[in-house]
């Protein structure tokens, strides 16, 4: 007689991008190591999101981070899949009830990466060069290192921007450093970019995992595989991003760094143009990331002022 194939023990929601994919085995292969559980025990489910189906305007015009998001988190409520795998910076900062973020995956190179045929940096690009890029944070710094810069709307998959590169629709592009070397790309890049010139987008180079706020099942089974550094430290970077209301429609940046049980955090706003910017900082207890990041939000709302995200 023969035996039924055993039901997945967990079922892992996730975008159909290569980077999403590799993001979403990653984690598989962290749980079987844990708990040295078989691959059967796991399925991922592919779900396509408005964010992958709307690819000819930039996402702050149609909705924000949530077009990556909200049908994964439907899936999820319907009861469809057990967890959703996701970059940390595409998140959201308020979630839909009933859902929480339960782990996150150590950290990868949090910095944006340069990529160009025709220049080692932004620096050296010919005058009124062409930048592709589709994150406002991105743009926005561009244009405040060089004003003369014409900065594209630049939609699609890793693949798609690198072969538009390629083919000379643009001179140069950036992307995070982090997602290139989890798709084995690390090659392609013409030059890093140091956080002390370019701050990285909130949550960049970190993966979240999102489950159902009841399911302390996947909770335990997810803690074998949680870092908590790296949670503490997006406590503050989510914290400084929810005080600002910041989404894909706001150009701002934020990183949050760990030494022993301190931390330090920075942050930027910028208005859409580069015309104008104001950067602060905090340090304290790592205990109090949330308050620490809370309050540099608030000090930067201030200075910035009520109109100052208006373009």
Not at 59 to 70: A, M, N, R
Not at 113 to 127: G, N, T
Not at 154 to 164: A, D, F, P, S
Not at 278 to 305: C, I, M, Y
Request: glycine share 10%; net charge negative; with cysteine.
């Amino acid at each position: 007689m023969q035996t039924k194939p055993s039901a997945p023990q967990l079922r892992i929601g996730t975008r159909g991008s290569a980077l999403a994919l590799a993001q979403a085995h990653e984690t598989r292969d962290r749980l079987i190591a844990a708990h040295g559980l078989p691959e059967s025990a796991f399925e991922i489910i592919v779900i396509k999101t408005s964010g992958d189906q709307i690819q000819d305007r930039p996402l702050s015009e149609v909705g924000g981070k949530g077009l990556f998001t909200k049908e994964i988190e439907q899936a999820m409520m319907d009861g469809d899949i057990d967890i959703a795998v996701h970059s940390a910076k595409d998140m959201p900062t308020v979630l839909p009830e009933g859902l929480e973020l339960i782990a996150f995956l150590p950290r990868e190179d949090v910095r944006d990466a340069f990529l160009s045929p025709k220049a080692k940096r932004i620096q050296d690009l010919p005058q009124n060069a062409v930048v592709g890029s589709s994150s406002l944070r991105r743009q926005a710094m561009i244009k405040r290192l060089r004003p003369d810069i014409d900065v594209v709307m630049y939609r699609g998959n890793v693949q798609t921007r690198l072969k538009k590169l390629t083919d000379g629709v643009v001179d140069a592009t950036l992307l995070a450093t982090a997602g290139l070397r989890r798709l084995g790309l690390g090659d392609v890049i013409t030059s890093v970019i140091e956080p002390a010139e370019f701050l990285p987008a909130v949550g960049q180079g970190a993966i979240c995992i999102e489950a159902r706020a009841d399911d302390t099942a996947t909770r335990d089974l997810l803690a074998a595989i949680h870092h908590h550094e790296t949670e503490t430290c997006l406590m503050a970077e989510r914290a400084f991003l929810a005080e600002l209301d910041g989404s894909c429609r706001t150009p701002i940046g934020g990183l949050a760094k760990l030494d022993g049980d301190r931390i330090r955090l920075d942050g930027l706003i910028l208005r859409p143009d580069g015309s104008e910017a104001h950067e602060t900082f905090r340090e304290g207890p790592a205990s109090e990331a949330a308050v620490l990041g809370q309050d540099a939000g608030a000090e930067l709302k201030r200075r910035g002022g009520p109109d100052f995200f208006r373009d």
